[in-house]
Each structure stands twice: as structure tokens, then as C-alpha cells.
């Protein structure tokens, strides 16, 4: 069947010998599947020539080599570079040992290398003014915050709900540090299965997140991780009691390697 | 030729005349509420006449209660001024432009006031008296855009139609023929509905900040739910393990008989990655994550701890989780030597201390107890001093433990209330 011609319009148009408008370049929204397309193109150009710092290492590079380091040299070289990444590791001390400030020492050097750490947190006791003064970079820092417990049974409940996320975290292999802090919390930690630091050694091997447990004693280290002993040698106060006397210091002794030979002694500055 | 339709009272809501506008044809420009341009190309064979299309949009404006101005004309200038200027329906016709504008004020030019000020010092008060002015004089006063001015009395075109962006619905609606129970189903036909979304979306350039879904149950009711991940996402598989996981989480009182998606979109945003930095994390990767998280997410107790500007002790906030890219150029460096931190007790622990010529020398707590070796303080401090004037007076003490080594903790007594509390432990 033949098409059916469409009658003209003569009056929409201009009508002859009348002058002509300046033609209307007609200004549509900007078709973006062209521009999409070519981001599309771009990307997968730059996926196959691996520009990214992600990618798999050089030819001989085993990027396990680099550890995380703590900052802190005389540590460092304790520990042999820093707290390796696919392993499990621990900084364990009785109070005021300077467990906490080596952590954030930690999360402080990593998070201005421009990675992304992660702190559990199942008794809440990050104090973010202490860590930013450390130097971290709260952008950076995920935080994960327990709910507020006392008693042992809720701690514990607590713990295994920490425990499961601290897998997911290793998981994800978006942190470079992943830190769970048990420190004040030894009787509840005891209840937890022992397979637990099983599962998470096996979860984090083969991975870039150094997996780190802060807890009063000795809690799991795999067989590559650096168990760091953390032994208290006294705060040092500027004067007697009174308004002018301030806290100046805390001395520590830390200890690492096979049957804890290494040691180095550390001054955490209170001022 | 172009349509003109301005409504001289205030319209009932903004867009009611693109509205009606957008009835006609969808060649439409509309700069501010009022007045609208309509492209009328292609119209003439709906319309035999140009009064007749004419009649229809002032009927159309007539029967939402709105009393619209309308002009027909062969350029956008004449068609936007004659339909402010003159009542009723007028229509132009081709070379008539001057002549159609040259009675109408001044003012509806709509020029900039500073312009407009200077033509009426010059004693100009119609748009044919501007018309009327030499280009080349025009010139040497006011710059280029005296010939501007002069094109636009005389109704010649000098700018472009810009066409409305049509508003665009990113949504899906998936009727299943029978109700589907659990979770292994539902991801089937999550992906098959997503596929299609994320690809419109990613056509147009787009990534969508949020997803709003609704699940119509077997019993009537509607689970409705809206996510929005820390960053826009374009990957279905992303939105469809968000939406799972959040299901998870919130699970449906029935099983689902209809399924209905929703893209919030918003335009994808290009980075570019340095050499030099570590890779940052995929957005994608990073939303699953905290979507698994939901437990701590949803109560509010995971994400970045951020410092507010204020003296209140340990005051902080906690901020979603989204880390930005690397700022460029040298990026600060740790503060010299480790420090001391503290361990905060949330609550702080209700302390019974014992005083010694206003120094603590013994403090009983909960989870510890022991003589003070060491004190260095007091300090006043508060934050809100309008509220609580200096009311805190902060010690760090040294207390002896079993061990024989000492253990900081802070201290602090509310003088308000006269107790004593352990802030924490440094460490």
C-alpha cells in the first residue's frame, strides 16, 4: 500500500520572499552516550595496562615484603619493618603500657600514606581527640563503636558481634589495618571460641590488611604476625602534686621476635 | 514559528504552564515559570490555522484556571514579548515583528536595570523608539551590546531555543505471576530488573544516589524501603546485594507479589587517579561493605569520628563513612614521637576518692582501686562556661596496681555536684 503524503503546512514556515531569521541552531541537552561510551573505552584501556596502584605487584615484587610501620623507629625495627600484612598480630600489655598510643601511632601512619584503617571497637573507648592529636587522619578511619555494656555477658555478646565484623572488614580488602581492640575486656575475650582467631588468621592470609588485636595478654598471632609485649616502666610527672605538675611521660619496654629477644625501650609523650 | 504563552497573574504552582506547554508539543523553552516558548514546527498539521492553535493553548491555560496571555510568531524574541505585552491571543506575521513590538513598553525587554535606567534617561519609552536608534551609535555608547539591544527591538533573534529537559523516571515495575517467598528467588528477578535501570542510567551519563524499592505483598500491604549509599553507584550487582542485604535485615511480613525500583539519578562524576597514591577504594566495594555492617550502621555506631569547634570535654561526632580522594600536593606529616592516649570510659565510672590536703590519694572505682602514687593537676576546665562555669576539675593521676607498676588514669569531680569520676585510662 502506498504511503499516505502528509499535507504541507504552509504557515508554520516562513512564507517566500520573507526575510530569513538567522537560522536556529537548535541547543538540545548534551547527549551523553557518547561521552558515556567513551568513559566505558577509557576505563577498560586503562584496567589492561593496570595503571592502578592496586594492580597485581611488579614482576618480583611481593607487596607482603612491605609491612606496615608504626612510625616509631626504634619499634619498628623490633618488629622488623612493622606489623606484616596477611598476618595476624598483636600488641598486648597490662594498663597504661602504651598499647593504645602504639596503635594510633599505627593508624596515624597509615592513614597519612593516604590508605584507609579500621578500628572495632567493641568497648567504645576511642578517644578521637587523642587519635587526631596522634596524627590520624579521622577521614580515613572507620570506627566501629560497641554499644554501651557492663557485666561480662553483654561484653562477650559484644565480642563475637566485633569478631564478625572484624571478618567482614578483612573481607572487603579496602583496609590496610584492620584493629580490634580488646584491651579491658580479657573475661569476656576468654569466652570466645578458639577457633575464632583460627578463622580470621585464614580469612586474612593472602590479603594486603594487617589484622591487629590490642588485648591486655596473649591472645593469637599467626605463624608470620609479630607478637608485641608491651611491659610498663613507669610515668614520669614533671614536679610534686600540685597545679604545676604535669604528667610528662610514660616509659615502656617492648619486646617481639622469637621468645620476645628483641627489645627496645619507648617514651610516649603525654605534652 | 514560535508560540508564546504567559500567564500575567501568578500561576496556581511554577511549572503549570510548561505543563500545558508540554501538552502541545515537546519543543519547549521555559527560562522562568512564565513565559514559555513552544517550538510549533510540525503543529500546522494539526492545526489548519495559526488563530486556531492559538485558541487551543489559551483554552488549554483557560480550563487549569489560568488567564494566559498568547502570541504566534516567526522569531523567539517577538513571540516572548508580544505574549507578555498584549492581552488575548495575537499572532505576527512574517516581517512584522517591528511593527507587532514597536507600541509595547520598554520594560518588556526585560533588560538588565542598569540598561534600562540609561534608555529612559535618553527619553526612550517604547520598544520601537529603541528600534528606531541607529546600530553604529548604539555602538560607540554602549559596545556590542548596543546592536544587541537594537536586534531585539526589531524582534531578530539573536540567541538559540534551548529545548526543557524532559524530567526522566528511572523506574521499573516487575508483576510476578505468583508470590515469591525468600530471598534466592527475589535475586533472580532483582537483577533482571536492575540490568535494564543501570543501563538507561548509564546512557545517559548517570549514576543514581539512592534507590527507593517497594515490594507489593500476597497480603496487600507494601514494604517500601529507600537506600543511599556514601557514594552514587551505577553497577547493579552493587544494588542488587544492597538490596538483599537491607532485606536481610528488614525482612517482609509476606511473600512479594510485585516489585517496584526506583533510581535516584544524579550525573556520574569522572576521577582521575594519580601514579603516586595508594588505588582509593571502589564506591561499589566500599557501599556493599558498610551495607553489610548494617547492624552497626543502623544504630548509628560506625563511621568516622570527626571533632567539632568547641572546649566541651570529649565531645565529638561521628560522620558517614566516605573517604574523600587524596588532597594534592604535601599532605601533613604525624606529629613528632608517639604519644599518650586516652582510653575513655562511656559512661564515665563513678569514683569514691579520698583527699589529702586536696590531692587524691585514694580512689575506688569500678574495675579498679588503688593508692595514688602520683598526681599532677587540678586543672578547670568546661566547655559551655555560660552553662556550667568551669564546674570540671581534671586530675592525672598515677595509681598503684597489684603488679607494682603504676597505671594513669584521668580523673575529674563535677564541683557542681561534688563527685568524683574516672574519665579514663591513658595508655
Known amino acids: ?30 547527549d551523553r552516550a557518547d561521552v558515556g561510551e567513551r568513559k566505558r573505552v577509557l576505563e577498560a584501556l586503562l584496567k589492561e595496562r593496570r595503571l592502578q596502584a592496586d594492580a597485581p605487584p611488579l614482576r618480583g615484587e611481593d607487596y607482603r615484603l612491605r609491612p606496615l610501620a608504626t612510625g616509631m623507629a626504634a619499634l619498628d625495627e623490633v618488629l622488623a619493618g612493622g606489623f606484616p600484612r596477611g598476618e595476624q598480630s598483636e600488641i598486648h600489655g597490662p594498663a597504661s603500657s602504651g598499647r593504645t598510643g602504639v596503635l594510633l601511632s599505627l593508624l596515624a601512619h597509615t592513614t597519612l600514606a593516604g590508605a584507609l584503617a579500621a578500628l572495632v571497637d567493641p568497648l567504645d573507648r576511642l578517644d578521637p581527640g587523642s587519635a587526631a592529636a596522634a596524627g590520624v587522619d579521622l577521614e580515613r578511619l572507620l570506627w566501629l563503636r560497641g554499644p554501651r555494656t557492663s557485666g561480662e555477658e553483654p561484653q562477650a555478646k559484644a565480642l563475637v558481634a566485633a569478631t564478625a565484623a572484624v571478618a567482614t572488614l578483612v573481607g572487603s580488602g579496602l583496609f590496610d589495618v ?35 588485636i590490642v588485648a591486655d595478654g596473649h591472645v593469637a598471632c599467626s605463624p608470620g604476625g609479630r607478637a608485641l609485649a608491651l611491659e610498663p616502666l613507669g610515668l614520669r610527672f614533671s614536679g610534686p602534686p600540685g597545679p604545676a605538675c604535669l604528667l610528662k611521660s610514660l616509659a615502656a619496654r617492648a619486646r617481639a621476635g622469637r621468645n620476645g629477644l628483641r627489645t627496645a625501650e619507648l617514651a610516649l609523650a603525654a605534652v | 514559528m514560535f508560540g508564546g504563552l504567559h500567564a500575567p497573574r501568578p500561576l496556581p504552582e511554577p511549572g503549570a504552564l510548561l505543563a500545558i506547554a508540554r501538552s502541545f508539543t515537546p519543543r519547549v523553552e521555559a527560562r522562568s515559570p512564565t513565559p514559555v516558548l513552544l517550538d510549533l514546527s510540525g503543529l500546522g498539521r494539526l492545526w489548519p490555522t495559526p488563530h486556531e492553535l492559538g485558541r487551543a493553548l489559551v483554552a488549554a491555560a483557560a480550563a487549569k484556571a489560568i488567564e494566559a496571555q498568547a502570541a504566534l510568531a516567526f522569531s523567539r524574541g517577538a513571540a516572548l514579548v ?49 528600534a528606531r536608534l541607529p546600530p553604529a551609535a ?77 515490594l507489593g505483598l500476597a497480603d496487600g500491604s507494601v514494604h517500601a524501603r529507600t537506600l543511599r549509599p556514601a557514594s552514587p553507584t551505577g553497577d547493579a550487582r552493587t544494588w542488587r546485594t544492597l538490596v538483599l542485604l537491607d532485606l536481610e535485615a528488614h525482612p517482609p511480613r509476606d511473600a512479594i507479589a510485585r516489585l517496584t525500583l526506583r533510581a535516584e539519578p544524579t550525573p556520574a562524576r569522572a576521577s582521575q587517579f594519580s601514579l603516586l597514591d595508594p588505588a582509593q577504594p571502589a564506591p561499589e566495594k566500599l557501599a556493599e561493605t558498610l551495607a553489610r555492617l548494617h547492624a552497626w550502621t543502623e544504630q548509628g555506631r560506625s563511621g568516622s569520628p570527626r571533632l567539632v569547634d568547641t572546649h566541651r570535654p570529649g565531645a565529638f561526632a561521628v560522620s558517614t563513612f566516605a573517604p574523600g580522594p587524596l588532597p594534592r600536593g604535601r599532605r601533613p606529616s604525624a606529629p613528632c614521637g608517639p604519644r599518650v592516649a586516652l582510653r575513655a570510659y562511656r559512661p564515665p565510672r563513678l ?36 552553662d556550667e562555669s568551669f564546674s570540671r576539675e581534671e586530675w592525672d593521676i598515677a595509681l598503684a596496681t597489684p603488679t607494682g607498676a603504676a597505671a594513669a588514669f584521668r580523673l575529674f569531680r563535677d564541683r557542681l555536684r561534688g563527685e568524683w569520676f574516672v574519665e579514663g585510662e591513658l595508655d
Do not use: Y
Not at chain 2, 488575548?88 to 513598553?105: H, N, Y
Not at chain 2, 569500678?366 to 587540678?378: D, F, H, K, N, S
Open chain 2, 351 to 386: 569514683a569514691h576518692v579520698l583527699t589529702k590536703a586536696g590531692v587524691p590519694s585514694f580512689v575506688a572505682a569500678p574495675g579498679l582501686r588503688g593508692a595514688v602514687t602520683a598526681a599532677a593537676g587540678p586543672w578547670r576546665v568546661s566547655g559551655d562556661w555560660w
Open chain 2, 138 to 214: 548604539l555602538a560607540a555608547r554602549l559596545g556590542p551590546a548596543g546592536p544587541r539591544l537594537v536586534e531585539l527591538a526589531r524582534g531578530e533573534d539573536a540567541g538559540v531555543f534551548q529545548r526543557a529537559a524532559l524530567p526522566e523516571r528511572f523506574e521499573t515495575t516487575l508483576e510476578l505471576d505468583w508470590p515469591v517467598d525468600g530471598l534466592e528467588p527475589l535475586a533472580f528477578l532483582l537483577q533482571r530488573a536492575l540490568e535494564p535501570l543501570a543501563e538507561a542510567l548509564a546512557v545517559r551519563g548517570a549514576k543514581a544516589k539512592g534507590l527507593a524499592f517497594e
Open chain 2, 82 to 130: 508580544v505574549a507578555r505585552g498584549c492581552p488575548g491571543l495575537t499572532v505576527v506575521p512574517a516581517g512584522g515583528e517591528a511593527k507587532a513590538l514597536a507600541p509595547l513598553p520598554l520594560a518588556l525587554l526585560e533588560l538588565p536595570e542598569e540598561q534600562q535606567q540609561l534608555l529612559v534617561r535618553w527619553g526612550l519609552r517604547t520598544i520601537g523608539d529603541l
Open chain 1, 1 to 30: 500500500m502506498s504511503a499516505v503524503p502528509l499535507p504541507a503546512e504552509p504557515w508554520t514556515q516562513l512564507p517566500p520572499g520573507a526575510a530569513p531569521q538567522p537560522s536556529a541552531v537548535e541547543v538540545e541537552t548534551v
Open chain 1, 178 to 212: 584492620v584493629a580490634l581492640d580488646l584491651a579491658g575486656a580479657d573475661g569476656a575475650r576468654r569466652r570466645l571460641p578458639s577457633t575464632t582467631w583460627l578463622r580470621l588468621q585464614r580469612l586474612v592470609e593472602d590479603t594486603k590488611t594487617a589484622l591487629v
